[in-house]
């Protein structure tokens, strides 16, 4: 597996991939190529077999990073695609002088926040019925 910066070329796929995963957050085509050309955006790919496989999207300011987007293609879910990329993530924002990464997953997401409690975060605050009037979502950090 080859853990990289996304460019834009890689738009379509990662439009395709989050359209698989309800969860994800929706940006189709345009989002990703308005966040690719984002200064404060990072983008990061696995690629499994010459394609991608998942991705991590996130920004950076101010030593705080804030997780947006994660998405792993089903035909590569429960393969390490997922760990692999926040394990690059954290490696990355290290050198980049964070201190500290948050994101938001919704509560009921029991296969995400399982993977993010692996990799270290804990629940930090809880958004009340914030996903569809109905689901929590769970604010979630790690110290870097």
Same mark, same amino acid.
């Given at each position: 597996?080859?853990?990289?910066? #996304?460019?834009?070329? /890689?738009? $379509?796929?990662? #439009?395709?991939?989050?359209?698989?995963?309800? !969860?994800? !957050?929706?940006?189709?085509?345009?989002?990703?190529?308005?966040? @690719?050309?984002?200064? #404060? =955006?990072?983008?990061? &790919? %696995?690629?499994?077999?010459?394609?991608? =496989?998942?991705?991590?999207?996130?920004?950076?300011?101010?030593?705080? $990073?804030?997780?947006?987007?994660? *998405?792993? +293609?089903?035909?590569? &879910?429960?393969?390490?695609?997922?760990? $692999?990329?926040?394990?690059?993530?954290?490696?990355? @924002?290290?050198?980049?002088? #964070?201190?500290?990464?948050?994101?938001?997953?919704? %509560?009921?997401?029991? %296969?995400?926040? *399982? @993977?993010?409690?692996?990799?270290?975060?804990?629940?930090?605050?809880?958004?009340?019925?914030?996903? +569809?009037?109905?689901? /929590?979502?769970?604010?979630?950090?790690?110290?870097?």
């Amino acid at each position: 597996m080859k853990i990289r910066r #996304a460019v834009l070329s /890689d738009v $379509a796929r990662l #439009a395709a991939i989050e359209a698989l995963q309800p !969860a994800s !957050a929706g940006w189709g085509e345009n989002g990703w190529q308005t966040e @690719l050309n984002t200064s #404060a =955006a990072q983008i990061w &790919c %696995a690629e499994q077999n010459d394609e991608v =496989a998942g991705f991590v999207s996130l920004r950076l300011a101010a030593g705080l $990073a804030e997780i947006l987007n994660v *998405a792993v +293609h089903p035909q590569y &879910c429960r393969q390490g695609v997922g760990s $692999a990329l926040l394990a690059q993530v954290w490696r990355t @924002l290290k050198e980049q002088g #964070a201190q500290e990464v948050t994101l938001e997953v919704n %509560a009921q997401n029991i %296969a995400a926040t *399982a @993977l993010y409690k692996k990799m270290g975060l804990t629940e930090m605050g809880r958004r009340k019925k914030f996903y +569809h009037h109905t689901d /929590d979502a769970l604010i979630m950090g790690k110290r870097l």
